[in-house]
Nanobody, 115 residues
Framework: QVQLVESGGGLVQPGGSLRLSCAASGFTFSNYVMRWYRQAPGKERELVAF????????YYVDSVKGRFTISRNNAKNSLYLQMNSLKPEDTAVYYC????????WGQGTQVTVSS
C-alpha cells in the first residue's frame, strides 16, 4: 500500500519559514520523481515543485522560485520542502505526490501565513 504522510505545516507570520516533510512507503522511492502541490480554498490544486529520482534536476513554479527548495533523502524515503520568506498567498494545504501513482493523495499539511 502506497503511503504519503505530510507534516511540518503550521501558522507563521509573513517572512517566516517552515520545513515540510513527506514520509513515503509502499514503493521503491528512489526510482520515482517526487512532487509538492498546494491547494488554497476555492482554487485549483497547483504544482509547486518537483525533483527527479536522483535529485539532480528540480522545477519550481515562478511564484516560489528563489524562496522554496525541494530536496529528498532516498535512504530515508523522505521528501522535503524548505519554505522561506513566506507570503500570505502561500497559504494552502500542501501535498506530496509520487510518479509511481500520480493519482494518490495523502492528508496534506496546512500552511497558514498570517499576521
Amino acid at each position: 500500500q502506497v503511503q504519503l504522510v505530510e507534516s511540518g505545516g503550521g501558522l507563521v507570520q509573513p517572512g517566516g519559514s517552515l520545513r515540510l516533510s513527506c514520509a513515503a512507503s509502499g514503493f521503491t522511492f528512489s526510482n520515482y520523481v517526487m512532487r509538492w502541490y498546494r491547494q488554497a480554498p476555492g482554487k485549483e490544486r497547483e504544482l509547486v515543485a518537483f525533483i527527479t529520482s536522483n535529485g539532480v534536476s528540480t522545477y519550481y513554479v515562478d511564484s516560489v522560485k528563489g524562496r522554496f527548495t525541494i530536496s529528498r533523502n532516498n535512504a530515508k524515503n523522505s521528501l522535503y520542502l524548505q519554505m522561506n520568506s513566506l507570503k500570505p498567498e502561500d497559504t494552502a494545504v500542501y501535498y506530496c505526490n509520487t510518479g509511481y501513482t500520480s493519482d494518490y493523495w495523502g492528508q496534506g499539511t496546512q500552511v497558514t501565513v498570517s499576521s
